[in-house]
């Protein structure tokens, strides 16, 4: 099984990683419920969608069988995308895909989001749609910024849960030293509030980059 790696971030949220290997029919079988998930699978998806699509659903239940004695809830996408898992309100999840990588974030309490990226010259090419003239310069030439900067903003949409953020001008983040880990500073510039955000990023493998946050209080809203 390609789980490659869980990580505690603290005695209530739990980080993981999969390697996706399987086809699709694979991972239903792994699935509780696989009849139900096979109607809410998303339709006009390309395999390869579909199957990443799966694949967060599988690491999700692998990680809520290590928080959780409860029955394994079914996880369905509220009005804004987010996942929630039906009969079990209080448990929060965040999933993310990209190439052969899936990540997920799953807690018994607090807000939360992630976002994994494949190192790629395209954030860089279509930096001016959603970095500031001061985030574009901070970056520079280095392309692993420019997705990092990417990923970072959509984990803050994914934590703050509402469609029609605009990244370039609602979603901002401080200039920072790019490394293999560390903490960058988000912030959330609503229509009537503010709010700062802690946002950790590593490489977990070569040629990715991965953002999450975890917070215990609501953001504001």
């Known amino acids: 099984m390609p789980l490659h790696s869980v990580t505690q971030l603290s005695d209530c949220a739990l980080l993981g990683l999969w390697h996706l290997q399987e086809l699709a029919p694979e991972l239903i079988e792994q699935l509780p419920y696989p009849e139900r998930y096979a ?11 579909a199957t990443q699509w799966l694949a967060g659903r599988v690491l999700a239940h692998a990680l809520l069988r290590q928080l959780t004695t409860s029955a394994p809830p079914l996880l369905r996408n509220d009005a804004n995308g987010r996942p929630f898992c039906e009969h079990l309100p209080e448990l929060a999840v965040s999933l993310s895909h990209s190439g052969k990588w899936v990540a997920a974030i799953v807690a018994t309490k607090g807000s939360l989001g992630i976002d994994i990226e494949l190192v790629r010259p395209k954030a860089q090419k ?8 001061a985030e574009q310069a901070d970056a520079g030439d280095e392309t692993t910024k420019y997705s990092l900067y990417w990923s970072a903003k959509e984990t803050l949409y994914k934590l703050h849960s509402r469609r029609g953020l605009v990244f370039k001008e609602q979603i901002k983040l401080d200039p920072f030293r790019l490394r293999e880990a560390g903490v960058l500073t988000g912030h959330l510039l609503l229509e009537n509030s503010r709010s700062q955000h802690q946002i950790h990023y590593t490489c977990p493998v070569a040629g ?3 953002t999450y946050c975890h917070e215990m209080l609501n953001v504001a809203s």
């Open 39 to 49: 109607e809410l699978q998303p339709v006009g998806r390309d395999t390869t969608r």
């Open 208 to 210: 990715y980059v991965l």
């Open 126 to 133: 279509l930096a001016s749609r959603f970095l500031s003239e």
